[in-house]
């Protein structure tokens, strides 16, 4: 059975987080990710689960890393600046392998920037963002309805790996009301977590721990990291094409910035133009090798994205010098246009723009 409704983004990730079994939320407010906010302080206590507004990001990362140590499902979520706020906290989680969602609606910046949807998180999402060598799989959903089945996503891909999950997404996103289906097929239950600090009367006492200060201890931790990682990477690529296989020009873009993309696609198809898009929904692990693929029988890439352009880098080292990379973006909270990226379509398509041989 499915029920249809209207929803927002935001909103759209609390009841997929609370379908998922989310045992506690802690939060702080920011714009624009308020909404999310508000749906889970009303209901989360409804359902005698945890709400929590902290007193700060800062607290609300480490309330998180409190509750999931002891085996429970539980997320955050905030907006750029206040992500930057939870690093600390989201490398200790990374560190100790436990099991998180966070959410990022991203806003304009650097600094406190302003309030309208940007993607200028996707270095320090992908990249990290805190201290040390770790990585957290990246899910960006581009409509309402992932918004919903990514964060049930995140929440299973969490438990499977025992790692922190970021859903990264906009205020455009966020604040738009699209339909949603919601299934009532019931979600599966979190794994059993004998690693989960519970007490240890009548069992071996367990330590979940990221201080490692004897000599090599700490190496072995992070080699261990790494292999988790390269099973993550391999196994958990995720991405959706449109119109590609014929096409002579390859569109890269996620979230917002693919809408848009869609819409020029669209449009220079009818005026005759053969392109494509590829959309990345996992942002890590990133579908390098299939826009590798993809590109190598194209003329150009073009990346579309609402930033100065970061996720072109990474498409830049899958492409790896087989065809040009070009890049359109708007940045400090301004979004691409359709016609804009038309234009760019049109300009990287022109007959004086050849080929370049691999």
């Known amino acids: 059975m499915v029920e249809r409704t209207l929803m927002t983004g935001n909103d759209a990730i609390g009841e997929g987080a609370i379908r998922a079994?989310?045992?506690?939320?802690?939060?702080?407010?920011?714009?624009?990710?308020?909404?999310?906010?508000?749906?889970?302080?009303?209901?989360?206590p409804r359902l005698n689960r945890v709400f929590i507004q902290a007193e700060s990001e800062i607290a609300a990362i480490n309330m998180?890393?409190?509750?999931?140590?002891?085996?429970?499902?539980?997320?955050?979520?905030?907006?750029?600046?206040?992500?930057?706020?939870?690093?600390?906290?989201?490398s200790n989680l990374a560190a100790a392998e436990l099991p998180a969602v966070i959410v990022n609606v991203m806003r304009g910046g650097p600094g406190i920037g302003n309030i309208a949807p940007s993607q200028g998180d996707y270095f320090q999402a992908v990249k990290g963002g805190g201290h040390g060598d770790y990585r957290l799989p990246v899910l960006a959903p581009s409509s309402v309805q992932e918004s919903h089945d990514l964060t049930i996503e995140a929440f299973a891909l969490a438990d499977r790996y025992r790692t922190p999950v970021m859903i990264l997404t906009d205020g455009r996103i966020g604040q738009m009301m699209e339909p949603l289906r919601?299934?009532?097929?019931?979600?599966?239950?979190?794994?059993?977590?004998?690693?989960?600090?519970?007490?240890?009367?009548?069992?071996?006492?367990?330590?979940?721990?990221?201080?490692?200060l004897n000599d090599g201890?700490?190496?072995?931790?992070?080699?261990?990291?790494?292999?988790k990682f390269k099973k993550i990477a391999a196994a958990e690529v995720r991405f959706q094409e449109t119109a590609i296989e014929d096409c002579d020009l390859l569109l890269v873009a996620y979230g917002t910035s693919a809408r848009v993309a869609k819409s020029a696609l669209e449009e220079a198809r009818r005026n005759g133009l053969r392109v494509g898009l590829l959309r990345p929904i996992t942002l890590w692990p990133f579908p390098s090798q299939r826009i590798a693929m993809r590109s190598s029988r194209c003329r150009a890439v073009l990346c579309v994205e609402m930033s100065a352009g970061q996720m072109v880098d990474d498409v830049r080292l899958a492409v790896n010098g087989r065809t040009p990379v070009l890049f359109e973006g708007r940045m400090g909270g301004a979004v691409p246009e359709a016609r804009d990226v038309f234009r760019a379509i049109q300009k990287a398509l022109a007959p004086s723009r050849k080929k370049r041989t691999p």
């Open 217 to 227: 201890d700490l190496e072995k931790h992070n080699i261990h990291l790494q292999a």
């Open 182 to 212: 919601l299934h009532s097929r019931p979600i599966p239950p979190p794994p059993p977590k004998p690693w989960a600090l519970t007490g240890a009367k009548g069992r071996k006492s367990i330590f979940i721990r990221s201080l490692m």
């Open 64 to 90: 998180v890393f409190g509750s999931v140590v002891a085996g429970k499902r539980a997320m955050t979520s905030s907006s750029s600046p206040g992500i930057s706020l939870k690093q600390e906290g989201i």
């Open 21 to 44: 079994g989310c045992d506690a939320y802690y939060g702080y407010p920011i714009t624009p990710q308020n909404e999310l906010t508000a749906y889970m302080a009303t209901h989360m």
